[in-house]
C-alpha cells in the first residue's frame, strides 16, 4: 500500500489502517481517479442511447439509497439551467403522471434493489423508454431482454462507493439526451486538477476536521445542514456516516431547516447534538443573511457549529464544488469510522435485510412471471 | 372554555391550561371545523380560477414550512392517481424548466415569505400563470397588482395551524384545474364524521399516546417514520413537534430509511433516541415485511418503538386516513409541548428570524422596485 495512505491512517488513529479491513479509506481517496475512469468508460454512451427518443417532457430518475444520490446530484447541477424537469422517485411505486412521454432512469447498483425493479415493471407495462444504469442483476437482466440499454457500472464496490460512476453515468445520459454539453467537459478538468492536488488535500480534510471529529468523539450526532446546488452533498454526507461510521446523523435543507427545525435548537440540545453547515460560492446574499442569524443563534446557546466549504479555487464552478465536497466528505465520514475502531465497509443490518426479503418476497417471479423459464 | 378542553388539559398534564396561553390545544381540537368551515369559503374557487389556462403540463407549488406541507399533502393525496405533476419547490430559486406551460401556485400565510415570494417575482417575469393562497401581506398585494388570482386564507392563526385551509384550497385549485372531481366530497364527508366523533378521538389518542410521551419524558428523541401516501403525515409531524413542543425530532421517509439510516439503529442509540412508524391501509405487503424487519432490529437493540395508525374505520379512504393522523398527530404535538410545560404557541426564534431579515433584506424594493410609489 502506497506511502500516502499510511500516513492518513496514522494521522486519523494510530493503527487505523488494520480497522479498515477492505481499505474504504483507499475508495474514497481515489475518487479523483475514478471520476476520471468513468468519463473514459461513459464516452460510448452517444451510441448506447441512439434508439432512446429526445423529445420527451421530463427525465424521472429511479433509485434507492446509493444510487437516489446521483440523482440528486444531477438536480443539483442542473437546478437553475436546465430547460429539462428531473424527478426523483425512490419509492417502490410510480407516480400516475409518467407516461411514455418521459424518460425513466432505473439506477440501482446491485440490479436487485426491489424498489427500482418494481418501477422498472411498471414502467415497461407503459411502454416507458427507459435506460437502466446497474452492474447486474435482474435490472441488467430484464433490461437486456427487453432490449433496454445498460450503462454498466464496474463490479465489486459497496453500492455507495460507485457513486463516482453513478455521476458521470447520468451526467453523460443527459448531455447525450438534451444536446446540451460542457458539463462532462468541466467534469474532467475539476476531476483532473483534484487528482493532481490528491495527496495534500487528503492530509489538509483530515487536519482541517478535527472539530468535527472531536464533537463526533465526545458522543454528539450531527445535524447537517446545506442549500441549492449543495444539497445532494449534505444528504450523501448523512448517509456517509450512517453506512460507513454506523452512527445517526440527520440532513435537513435551509432555508427549510429556518421554519421549523430551527426550534429544536435550545440550550437542552447541546449535550447532544452539533450543527454541520455546507456552504459554497453560489450561497446567495440572502442565504448569507439567513446562515449568519442561524449560527449566532446556535452560539448564543452552546452548541458546538462545524462549516465546510469547497476548494477556494473552485470557486464558481458548480460542478467542480459538489465533487471536490462529496470527496472531501466521503474521506471525513470514513475516518470517522476509523476515530470511532469501526470498520467502514460492513453493513450488517442491510445485508441481513436484504436476505430476510429475499426470503419472503419472489421479486422475479411476482414482476416478470411469464419471462422466467 | 368548553368542558372538553378543560377534561383535556387535565389529562395531558393538571394545571396544563395555564401554560397554553394562546390555546393551541383548542385550534387542533377543532381541526374537523375548520376543514367544514374552509369547504364552505372555497365552493366560489372554481369561479375565482375562470381564467386560468387547464391545459398545463403540471402544478408548481411553491411553500415553505407549514405552507410547503400543504403542497406534500396534495401529492401524497395524488400520486398514485393523477395524471398531472405536481411539483414542490421550497427554495427561494424557481427551477429554470417551469415556463409558461406549468401553473404556480404560491402557498404562504402570512403573505411575506421571502423564498415564496422570490418565485413568485421569478414567475411573474416569465409570464407563468400563477394562483397564490394567502393571507395578506405583499403576495396579496403584489397578486393584486398583476391580476393573479388570490384563495385568501383566514388571518390570526399561526401558518401552521393554517393546514386545513390549505389542504382545502389545494385541493379545490387541483379540482377545478384537472376536472377530476370526487377528492373533496370525500373529504367534506370524514370531515363530518371526524366532527361528530371528536370529543372521543381527543381523550382516546392522548390515551393511545403514553408511551410517545413516557419516551419524551425520558428525554429520548423521536424519529419518525412513514411512507407514501403518508409521507406529509410524518413530515408534519417532525415539524409540529419542532414548532410546538420546541424540541427536535427527525423525518425520513420509507423505504428510504432502510438503505442507511437503519445503520444508526444500534444498542448505543437506545439512550438517546426512540423510533415512531406512522402506518395506513395503504400498506402495500411489501412495505409490511420492510417494517417487520426493522421493528424486529429496533427491538433486538432495546430500541423503543411507537406506532401510529388511522382509526381503523376510515381504511381504504386515503384522505381521511391522512386527515385523521395529522389531526390526531396535531394534538399529540400540543401535548408533548404541555407536558414539558412549553407553551405550544410562540416560536420566539423564528419570530426573531423574521425580524432580523427584514433589517437586513428589503425584499418589496428588490423584488418589485418600479411598482412601489
Redesign the interface.
Known amino acids: 500500500m502506497s506511502k500516502i495512505y499510511n500516513e492518513l491512517y496514522e494521522k486519523i488513529s494510530p493503527g487505523s489502517g488494520n480497522v479498515d479491513k477492505s481499505h474504504m479509506l483507499v475508495n474514497v481517496a481515489t475518487f479523483p481517479d475514478s471520476l476520471l475512469h468513468a468519463l473514459g468508460a461513459y464516452s460510448r454512451v452517444p451510441k448506447l442511447l441512439e434508439k432512446i427518443p429526445r423529445d420527451i ?2 427525465i424521472v430518475i429511479s433509485g ?3 444510487s ?1 444520490i446521483g440523482g440528486l446530484f444531477l438536480q443539483d447541477v ?8 428531473i ?1 426523483l422517485v ?4 410510480l ?3 409518467v ?1 411514455s412521454s418521459y424518460l425513466l432512469i432505473a439506477v440501482s447498483y446491485s440490479g436487485n434493489t ?2 427500482t425493479l ?1 418501477v422498472f415493471g411498471e414502467a415497461l407495462q407503459r411502454k416507458i423508454p427507459i435506460i437502466s444504469v446497474t452492474s447486474g442483476g435482474l435490472l441488467q437482466k430484464y433490461s437486456e431482454k427487453n432490449s433496454v440499454p445498460v450503462v454498466s457500472l464496474p463490479q465489486g464496490f459497496q453500492p455507495r462507493a460507485a457513486f463516482p460512476y453513478m455521476a458521470v453515468a447520468l451526467l453523460s445520459i443527459t448531455e447525450t439526451i438534451t444536446g446540451d454539453v460542457g458539463l462532462l467537459k468541466q467534469l474532467s478538468e475539476c476531476a483532473e486538477n483534484m487528482k493532481a492536488t490528491r495527496d495534500e488535500a487528503l492530509m489538509k480534510t483530515i487536519e482541517d476536521a478535527k472539530d468535527f471529529f472531536s464533537n463526533i468523539e465526545k458522543g454528539l ?1 450531527p ?1 447537517i445542514y446545506s ?2 446546488p449543495y444539497i445532494s452533498v449534505g444528504y450523501r454526507f ?2 456517509q456516516l ?2 460507513n461510521a ?5 440532513y435537513l ?1 435551509l ?2 431547516a ?9 440550550q437542552e ?1 447541546s449535550d ?2 452539533f450543527a454541520t453547515i455546507i456552504r459554497g460560492s453560489q450561497e ?1 446574499y ?2 448569507t ?2 446562515i449568519e ?1 442561524l449560527i449566532k ?1 446556535l452560539e448564543a446557546n452552546n452548541i458546538p457549529t462545524i462549516n465546510f466549504l469547497p476548494e477556494p479555487r473552485y470557486s464558481g464552478k458548480k460542478i467542480c464544488e459538489l465533487l471536490d465536497l462529496v470527496f472531501r466528505l466521503d474521506l471525513i465520514s470514513v475516518a470517522t469510522a476509523l476515530k470511532l475502531k469501526t470498520d467502514p465497509t460492513p ?1 450488517d ?2 445485508t ?2 436484504k436476505k ?2 429475499e426470503k ?2 419472489d421479486v422475479e417471479k411476482e414482476l416478470f412471471p411469464q419471462e422466467r423459464p
Open positions: 417532457k421530463g434507492m439509497g446509493g437516489f442542473l437546478y437553475d439551467t436546465s430547460n429539462l424537469p424527478f425512490r419509492d417502490p411505486i407516480p400516475q403522471f407516461d426491489e424498489e418494481r450526532t445535524l442549500y441549492r448523512k448517509t450512517n453506512e454506523k452512527i445517526h446523523a440527520f435543507d432555508p427549510e429556518n421554519h421549523n427545525e430551527i426550534m429544536g435548537w435550545r440540545a447532544k447534538f446567495q440572502y442565504m443573511t439567513r442569524f443563534h453493513v443490518t442491510i441481513k435485510l430476510y426479503l419472503h418476497i
